[in-house]
Nanobody, 125 residues
């Protein structure tokens, strides 16, 4: 079992930045690939970014490429999502997730094994 707790969400103006953190406890953090997803009201949960166990491979949704950066610190059992140049359409609840498929980046939410409770990000225009 692994427990995931997100933090760092909040209200920010368009063009601003936020850094989300996801702290993991339980099994060895480096056993997992990690991902960030988001869900806006009335919409399905969508992929945002993913990172493999070592941090050597990352992938991004086209909508956030060049603006968001995913990273991890295995010594701190934490994965981060740095979000810059935020837009109102980035408003959503952001979730981190852990997958046993540690050697690859995992894009599909069905392939994740554990989820955090989410943190709200609101971008005002």
């Amino acid at each position: 079992q692994v427990q995931l707790v997100e933090s760092g969400g909040g209200l920010v103006q368009a063009g601003g930045s936020l850094r989300l953190s996801c702290a993991a406890s339980g099994r060895t953090f480096s056993s997992y690939a990690m991902g960030w997803f988001r869900q806006a009201p009335g919409k399905a949960r969508e992929f945002v970014a993913a990172i493999n166990w070592s941090g050597g491979i990352t992938r991004y949704a086209d909508s956030v490429k060049g603006r968001f950066t995913i990273s991890r610190d295995n010594a701190k059992n934490t994965v981060y999502l740095q979000m810059d140049s935020l837009k109102p359409e980035d408003t959503a609840v952001y979730y981190c997730a852990a997958s046993f498929q540690k050697y690859v980046v995992v894009l599909e939410n069905s392939r994740y094994d554990y989820w955090g409770q989410g943190t709200q990000v609101t971008v005002s225009s």
